[in-house]
């Protein structure tokens, strides 16, 4: 049973705290999906990820993200890349500077309201050294690590206030 789309999005937050226990891989296969259905410019589909449940190699993504520890926290991180010259091929440029980077986007958040409806926790992280993370992964040269998603259970009693938002009508012009 998942949540209503409404109900995911008002409340997933990001989480910072996991217990340590695994994840079942039907349930990781439905984020990993549920990516994959994301909308994506002439369909190029230009993701990978690169799923971690080796422990070492989530140290080594806690260095390489400047020591956010909950990475290897988490009993699983899904390291999102984007895969350019996918885009590129196609839209040349801007395929490789912008499109492909709104596709993994797109996974992403698609991913982490598919987490949040199957009632697992995850946060966006995209404060990393990218050289350290294709080092650590030995991520090829046509791949660029976007973000890290750890993906377990929250470690907290209850979910975090939301941050305040910018007021929509702040955020808006009308165009009549
Ligand atoms: C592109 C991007 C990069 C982010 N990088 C980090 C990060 O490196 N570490 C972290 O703890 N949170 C990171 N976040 C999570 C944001 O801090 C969080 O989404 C924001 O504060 C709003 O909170 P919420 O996700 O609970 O609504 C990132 C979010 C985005 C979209």
Redesign the pocket.
């Known amino acids: 049973m998942t949540k209503d789309v409404a109900d995911a999005i008002r409340e997933r937050?990001?989480i910072?705290r996991f217990t340590s226990e695994d994840i079942p891989s039907a349930a990781l296969s439905r984020l990993l999906e549920a990516a994959c259905m994301a909308p994506s410019a002439g369909n190029r589909q230009p993701w990978f990820f690169y799923v971690v449940r080796k422990a070492e190699i989530r140290q080594g993504l806690v260095k390489a993200?400047f020591g956010?520890s909950f990475l290897a926290e988490a009993p699983v991180d899904i390291v999102v890349c984007a895969e350019p010259e996918r885009s590129s091929g196609r839209y040349g440029k801007r395929g490789a500077e912008l499109y492909c980077l709104q596709d993994t986007a797109a996974a992403i958040q698609n991913l982490l309201l598919m987490a949040e409806g199957v009632g697992l926790a995850t946060?966006?992280?995209?404060?990393f050294d990218e050289q350290a993370v294709c080092q650590v992964l030995d991520i090829p040269k046509g791949r660029r690590p976007v973000a890290i998603i750890p993906v377990g259970y929250s470690n907290l009693s209850q979910s975090?206030q939301?941050?305040a938002r910018r007021n929509v009508a702040d955020v808006i012009a009308m165009v009549d």
């Open positions: 937050r990001s910072r993200a956010q946060c966006w992280v995209g404060a975090p939301p941050p």
